[in-house]
């Protein structure tokens, strides 16, 4: 039978396996990223980057995750372009099976916010409170305020 074209509904992404993400406390930047980086920098930022994700023990649901919506940035276990390489192949198999593989901005979007720093979309779950913003949410991603604690802890032992 004919399956019916009503709107596609997507489970609601479990965000436990971050808790166990190898990058976790890893510099922002290593992962994302900066603006006008060139291209050998590129290289060797991705090359060291998928050396920590290639140790991670929650690697399959990190790139299932990435590759569930339109991320374009980051290193998510693949690089950009091999999340978008992945991405063609399954459309491609998808428009065989007469299925849709497009990756979908409808989940759950009233319960999403977009970090300032590292430039992705994450549910509301993933920025701590803080009730001197408008929305009453940190404006960076628990992840990058992890990333940036540690940082700081870091300079702090240092000097
Ligand atoms: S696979 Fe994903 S969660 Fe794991 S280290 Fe790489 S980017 Fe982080
Ligand atoms: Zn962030």
């Known amino acids: 039978m004919a399956s019916s074209r009503g709107p596609i509904t997507r489970p609601r992404p479990s965000w436990g396996w971050q808790d166990d993400a190898a990058c976790r406390g890893q510099s922002l930047t ?3 990223g900066y603006e006008g980086e060139r291209a050998e ?3 060797a930022r991705e090359r060291m980057a998928k050396a920590i994700c290639a140790e991670c023990p929650v690697r399959r ?3 299932e995750f990435a590759l569930s919506r ?3 940035y980051g290193i998510w276990s693949l690089t950009e372009d091999e999340r978008a390489s992945v991405r063609r192949r399954r459309m491609r198999r998808a428009a065989m099976a007469g ?10 979007k009233e ?4 970090c300032s720093s590292c430039r992705t979309t994450w549910p509301v779950a993933n920025f701590a409170r803080d009730i001197s913003k408008r929305d009453g949410l ?3 991603c628990r992840r ?4 940036a604690r540690a940082r700081k802890a870091e300079q702090a032992v240092a000097s």
């Open 30 to 32: 290593l992962f994302f």
């Open 41 to 43: 920098a590129r290289d």
């Open 61 to 63: 649901e990190c790139v």
């Open 70 to 72: 339109p991320e374009k």
């Open 99 to 108: 299925v849709s593989a497009a990756p979908s901005n409808e989940v759950v």
């Open 111 to 114: 319960e999403e916010k977009h």
């Open 138 to 140: 940190q404006t960076w």
């Open 144 to 147: 990058c305020t992890n990333a």
